[in-house]
């Protein structure tokens, strides 16, 4: 069975860090891009970040770009976001996405909140 | 960016009801289009991808239709399992961007 698991999320003050996880298991991890995507509460879906099977291919939404990092990990299968410079708008549930341009699969998601 | 928006935002149906919500893209993106759908407290659930390709296991009342900058999920006979957020989503280019979402529910 195909599993998505994140985790890192938490309640955090503006302008601090996070790092968020994702571990993929019951699939070749290697062969497939992985995605953040996030919901702010009562609301739609942003994509946030994605990268390669190889990491040679990484994009942001603007909105992120250069405060967030993604990075990947395969022999470990696992993706990460790091986070920096947060603030209140970054507040969401984060969501790990297996996939280039179609996401199949979806782990729960992880909660961030940035709030002093 | 291309930006997504869907029609309508919300609607109410009852059991056995056809339903069709669109989707537009502000440019052509082909068929680089997907559909999910989301239920409360839980994570999108991928119902159609490339326009018009069921994915594996959802049910064939399901139907993608559209290319270019118009597009459709039709709902032919809904179910008491179908009312929940739908949402489009294109792939044509980054930023990957999702529709605001049509919630469906009981009238």
């Known amino acids: 069975e195909v599993q998505l698991v994140e985790s890192g999320g938490g309640l955090v003050q503006p302008g601090r860090s996070l790092r968020l996880s994702c571990e993929g298991s019951?699939?070749?991890?290697?062969?497939?891009?992985i995605h953040w995507v996030r919901q702010a509460p009562g609301k739609g879906l942003e994509w946030v970040s994605g990268?390669?099977?190889?990491?040679?291919?990484?994009d942001y939404v603007d909105s992120v770009k250069g405060r967030f990092t993604i990075s990947r990990d395969n022999a470990k299968n696992s993706a990460w976001l790091q986070m920096d410079s947060l603030t209140a708008e970054d507040t969401a549930l984060y969501f790990c996405?297996?996939?280039?341009?179609?996401?199949?699969?979806w782990g729960r998601g992880t909660l961030v909140t940035v709030s002093s | 960016d291309i930006q997504m928006t869907q029609s309508p935002i919300s609607l109410s149906a009852s059991v056995g009801d056809r339903v069709t919500i669109t989707c537009q893209a502000s440019?052509?993106?082909?068929?680089?289009l997907n559909w999910y759908q989301q239920k409360p407290g839980k994570a999108p659930n991928l119902l159609i991808y490339?326009?018009?390709n069921l994915k594996t296991g959802v049910p064939s009342r399901f139907s993608g239709s559209g290319s270019g900058t118009y597009f459709t999920l039709t709902i032919s006979s809904l179910q008491p399992e179908d009312f929940a957020t739908y949402f489009c989503?294109?792939?044509?280019?980054?930023?990957?961007?999702f529709g605001p979402g049509t919630k469906v529910d009981l009238k």
């Open positions: 996405v297996r996939g280039t341009g179609t996401f199949d699969y």
């Open positions: 989503q294109q792939y044509e280019k980054y930023p990957r961007t």
């Open positions: 440019q052509d993106i082909s068929d680089y």
């Open positions: 019951g699939f070749t991890f290697e062969n497939y891009a």
């Open positions: 490339d326009a018009s």
């Open positions: 990268i390669s099977w190889n990491s040679a291919s990484i």
